[in-house]
DNA sequence: GAATTCATGTAACTTGTTACATGATTTA
DNA sequence: TAAATCATGTAACAAGTTACATGAATTC
């Protein structure tokens, strides 16, 4: 699981409160990992229960307290076996909702399942111009104390983000083809679909 | 949900028990929809409690008895409306564990990550060899009463697979030569990335 | 006057995972 | 003799989602 770890990665740049958590991980890991507010404070919890973080409360006036948590020894331990211990992607379940109104589509017109691929592809492009603008706002050099630069990483995970895009467009401008041609068949040899 | 849907979607195809579903499901909706046998088993009851199949119970002997469930009216038109709700790419949210890896890899070896890349092309290689034999297996027309030929959407899912399968390749590569660029960078400019 | 920000969560629910239980038959 | 296949599940747990509650300060 990989919510613990990308906190306690993101609790290794700055001690920080479970509010302040969520908004780093809406600006970035959200990007490959995302997590709703009472997850992370339940985890934020859990971490504590380990002892892999601390937390301490500071009082604020006219606001809530901050309770800023800091990763500790044992958390770095955890962090570091955790990072060398890559998944095998041929062993993690994968799911993706579009692909299973794909697969069962021959209950849909042509028409329809093209214009839902397009939607997609327009989908995938405001994606893309995302990705340029976060790829912008990265363009410097980010240090962590004891670290090598941070944003060499960070540029790889987006880069990936460019690729699978990329791809997906190419996919569904390839699918809309091949509807294309499917719809030039229909016509001429099933009758059927000709009389409306 | 796409569990649900899948499950009355396979039902359109024959009548099933949960046993049969999941042998269908891990040998097509698995690779873009993965489900444990106790998710199916459970999910089947619910639909049945919705009125979306109804079951019949198949004595045999020797073996246990089979329940077999059969899509009836509701669930097809449950079926029906989901399948014309396509999902927004821009709302659903992403998991992939490995970018959680590579985002904190600073904390790695670069040898130690291009190692993993290496590994992670290997493994997406031989997704495609298997994504190439499923592609033979369903060379042929397949037809479902009342339907046009199955095997244009599956091959549409198919495609997809190759794709992403692809881009990542194509990725991880252009991350390896990152790193190369990289080493060469650490060895002669940075003297040190200091310690603290 | 309404919505957003800051900051804490809790509770209930749904979905996904893992382990267990049964027991005859077939295959290695 | 061990395992895999056929076929049913249940139980416990882990992880993700949605809704709710509080309440001052600030911005639209």
């Not at 990763?71 to 579009?98: C, D, M, N, S």
């Not at 997609?120 to 603008?133: K, M, S, V």
Request: aromatic residues 12%; hydrophobic residues 35%.
């Amino acid at each position: 699981m990989s919510l613990p770890h990308a906190i306690l990665g993101l609790l290794t740049y700055q001690p920080m409160t479970g509010y302040d958590l969520k908004h780093h991980f809406d600006h970035s890991v959200n990007y490959f990992w995302s997590a709703q507010q009472s997850q992370i404070y339940r985890e934020l919890a859990a971490l504590e229960g380990k002892g892999y973080v601390s937390s301490c409360i500071e009082p604020q006036e006219g606001r809530p307290d901050r309770k800023v948590y800091s990763i500790i020894a044992a958390g770095k331990r955890e962090l570091q076996e955790w990072l060398e211990r890559f998944p095998q992607v041929l062993t993690t379940p994968y799911r993706e909702e579009l692909l299973v109104h794909i697969f069962f589509a021959s209950r849909l017109p042509l028409a329809e399942l093209k214009f839902q691929l397009q939607r997609f592809i327009r989908e995938r492009q405001e994606q893309l111009a995302a990705y340029t603008a976060v790829d912008g706002m990265i363009s410097d050099p980010v240090k962590i104390p004891g670290h090598p630069d941070e944003s060499f990483y960070w540029r790889l995970t987006l880069k990936r983000g460019f690729a699978q895009a990329r791809a997906d467009i190419g996919w569904a401008e390839e699918c809309i083809r091949d509807i294309e041609k499917q719809e030039g068949l229909r016509e001429t040899g099933d009758e059927r679909s000709e009389e409306r």
